[in-house]
């Protein structure tokens, strides 16, 4: 892509020649840069305007995430209609939560829409007339003061329109910005505007539309129930929630996205913010090209890409091996205990010579994995009702242990040597079971003999789960691997929560 001309070659050979007697202020960097040829610019906006729209204006095909609409395939400037609804509605953001979004397009991010450079946009924006905040548009895209907004102020039962030409190629993020902004962009109102170059984007097998964002609810991480927003949290930038696609499990699943061995994929990926900046990475491949910061030109051979608040770009890869990749923020505790996962499945042969196998497991996911919370979901209605089941806490507690216990305890409870002590017919639990709850919240430390083994180590406290979810657990390991049964309620946990730990070798 990069022609290197040859005055440029001169000029490098001749700073390689002078660098043993280079200064260090003399920055030799700085002005072979200068020397770019021409040739490798695009020419940014005043190159843009390929003249007025040729044809038949034409309606934009809009598509939800994590889809992308099929490419322009123009050779000429268009007049291009982009329709776009801003509806407020409640959607899930993790199994048996619920949140109130403001959306473009219904989804969180809002619609992608795809335009070439030079093409006229005329944007009609419509706010629905339930919605109780008026609403407007910022494209990153378009060339004026705002970026569209002051035009498209909307209140609701209203629409607004406006035009621009989309002068400079690359791919944009959309956002609200009325006022308080971040409470706009922090309940969901973002996307992505892709403006091809002329020439339009290179063919690849799959393209994704994937965009982060922060989330702010007054109640804990997975805390149950309907959930409100949390103005100190936003403006503290201490998200409860960092999410792809605006729900936790929005691509994991059954709603992973899919590829195949042997296919080239490329990710349209944004970041809303409002506050974080994403380090994005995909377990287990390494990005071939880059189009950092959504802009014209590619890095190559990338593990890691910063993708700035309000910013977007766009990786290429090519699929040797299958398998599940997990697309994640790097600043890791986000994406193991506040939702940014995501997963690339990919179907194919395995290849052996490249990899030698076996599958992302539990030990790395735990219960992100199999998503399949619904049965926390479930027990949390019930429990909110007051008539929640052994059975419905027994299926509870058995995919918050896979998340929570197994990466130490082994899936089947039954330990590992000298290391962490068999939950299975262990006998510290069958002396007294209301130990159960308080260890988890209040963890284990020092020697402690369980079926005639001694361990000394450290089990770190869970009190980031609910008092539910502490129930939930503790019952489901009462009742499985020859456990004497029974049951611990929310109550039992609450209490065990305000008691003071146990001793480790207390009873022994
Ligand atoms: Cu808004």
Not at 186 to 191: P, S
Request: aromatic content about 8%.
């Amino acid at each position: 892509m990069k022609r290197v001309t040859r005055p440029l070659l001169l000029a490098i050979a001749a700073l390689a020649l002078s660098l043993p007697a280079c200064r260090s202020d003399d920055k030799p960097a700085a002005d072979a840069a200068q020397t770019t040829a021409p040739e490798d610019q695009t020419g940014g906006s005043r190159k843009g305007d390929f003249g007025p729209p040729q044809g038949e204006p034409i309606k934009a095909v809009l598509t939800s995430p994590p889809l992308v609409p099929p490419a322009t395939g123009r050779t000429a400037p268009a007049k291009v209609i982009v329709e776009l609804d801003v509806i407020e509605k409640d959607l899930p953001i993790s199994e048996g939560v619920t949140y109130t979004f403001w959306t473009f397009g219904g989804t969180v991010p809002g619609s992608f829409i795809r335009v070439r450079q030079g093409d006229t946009v005329e944007f009609h924006l419509r706010n629905m007339p339930d919605s109780k905040m008026p609403h407007n548009i910022d494209l990153h895209g378009v060339t004026g003061p705002g970026g569209g907004a002051a035009s498209s102020f909307t209140a609701p039962g209203h629409s607004s329109r406006f035009t621009f030409k989309a002068l400079n190629a690359g791919l944009y993020v959309y956002h609200c910005a009325t006022a308080p902004v971040g409470m706009h962009v922090a309940n969901g109102m973002y996307g992505l505007i892709l403006v091809e170059p002329p020439e339009g984007m290179p063919k690849v097998d799959r393209e994704y539309y994937v965009m982060q964002g922060d989330f702010y609810t007054a109640g804990k991480y997975r805390e149950k129930g309907h959930q409100a927003f949390d103005m100190q949290k936003g403006i503290d930038e201490n998200p409860t929630y960092v999410l792809f696609n605006g729900a936790e499990g929005a691509l994991t699943g059954d709603k992973a996205l899919t590829t195949k061995v042997g296919e080239t994929v490329r990710l349209y990926v944004g970041n809303g913010g409002p506050n974080l900046v994403s380090s994005f990475h995909v377990i287990g491949e390494i990005f071939d090209k880059v189009w950092y910061e959504g802009g014209s030109k590619f890095q190559e051979n990338v593990q890691t890409t910063l993708i700035p608040a309000g910013g977007a770009a766009m990786m290429e890869f090519h699929m040797e091996v299958p398998g599940s990749y997990v697309l994640v923020d790097h600043s890791i505790f986000r994406a193991f205990n506040k939702g940014a996962l995501a997963i690339l499945k990919a179907d194919g042969p395995e290849n052996k010579a490249i990899y030698s196998g076996k599958e992302v497991d539990y030990v790395y996911l735990g219960d992100r994995a199999a998503p399949n919370m619904a049965a926390v979901a479930t027990a949390a209605a019930s429990a909110k009702t007051g008539d929640l089941s052994v059975e419905e806490q027994i299926n509870a507690g058995k995919a918050l242990f896979a998340g929570t216990c197994s990466t130490c305890h082994q899936p089947e409870g039954q330990g590992m040597e000298g290391v962490f002590p068999p939950l299975a017919k262990s006998d510290y639990i069958a002396a007294d079971p209301k130990r159960l709850p308080s260890t988890i919240l209040h963890g284990l430390v020092g020697p402690v003999k369980v079926n005639g083994k001694d361990y000394n180590s450290n089990m770190p406290p869970m009190n980031q789960l609910t008092d539910d979810e502490v129930a939930n657990i503790s019952t489901y390991v009462l009742n499985s691997w020859g456990n004497p049964g029974g049951r611990v309620t929310k109550a039992d946990a609450a209490a065990a929560r305000a008691a003071k730990p146990a001793n480790a070798s207390g009873g022994h």
